[in-house]
């Protein structure tokens, strides 16, 4: 499995120079999930996803490659989080919701701050989380508010 970490890798996103608040924020935090050549290929793409045959989607999902900070703070009472960011790495977007890769496991209901590089910051809630191995997590998540350029 291959790490990414900063700059150091074929998977690490350009930074925009427009958006040197994100830069400052992002610098230094480490992305500890943990990806393997078929995600970090899959990272690559862009373009429109396949819609799929009984899909109840409503607006179509664009592949991204871009990294986000995702703010922690505690939702639901059963779940102990521990307020802090941590890196995260955006794989599609639509009208409605976003998918990203997550190190740690998220539940649905949660409700959490995402800033994606060029974005402004959102609030989400997570919908569904798939457990792809060690290290990294498939994560889905509604827009609790407009997504705006």
Not at 104 to 130: D, T
């Amino acid at each position: 499995m291959l790490e990414i970490d900063g700059e150091s890798s074929a998977g690490a996103v350009p930074v925009d120079a427009e958006n040197a608040s994100f830069a400052e924020a992002v610098q230094g935090m480490p992305c500890k999930v943990q990806l393997t050549r078929e995600l970090l290929d899959d990272l690559k793409l862009t373009g429109p996803l396949p819609t799929i045959e009984g899909d109840r989607r409503r607006f179509v999902r664009f592949r991204v490659r871009a990294r986000g900070i995702l703010y922690y703070r505690q939702t639901l009472p059963a779940i102990e989080r521990a307020e802090g960011s941590h890196l995260v790495l955006v794989r599609n977007i639509s009208r409605s919701g976003i998918g990203f890769l997550s190190a740690e496991q998220l539940f649905p209901h949660e409700r959490f701050s995402l800033w994606v590089e060029g974005k402004r910051r959102m609030e989400i809630e997570i919908a569904r989380c798939r457990r792809l191995h060690d290290g990294c997590y498939d994560i889905g998540a509604r827009f609790c508010t407009p997504l705006e350029a």
